[in-house]
């Protein structure tokens, strides 16, 4: 049980710092925030491996680089959408 409270931890601080490097951390939720995180983790250490320091298992740099992306491709999809429903 612990381990999975950590998990969401560590997944909302990569969420936190992915909205922080694409500047589009502020309109997401707390829950995207941990989502994002947690989806960029899978998708970052898929993409770029598990180098680097790892925190409740994760490999933060491919972390962090995967959750930016995830944060950039859906910010910048649902502007879109934002704006041709307006």
Known sequence: M?????????GALI??????ITRR??????VITIVSGLLGSVLGEYLFGTWGWKLAGMAIFPS??????????????LS???????
């Not at 951390?25 to 707390?30: H, I």
């Open 64 to 77: 962090i680089i995967g959750a930016t992306l995830i944060v950039f491709v859906v910010s910048s999809l």
């Open 2 to 10: 612990l381990q999975w409270i950590w998990i969401i931890i560590v």
């Open 25 to 30: 951390g502020g309109s997401m939720n707390w």
């Open 15 to 20: 969420g936190v710092i992915a909205g922080w």
């Open 80 to 86: 879109l959408i934002r704006k041709n429903y307006d």
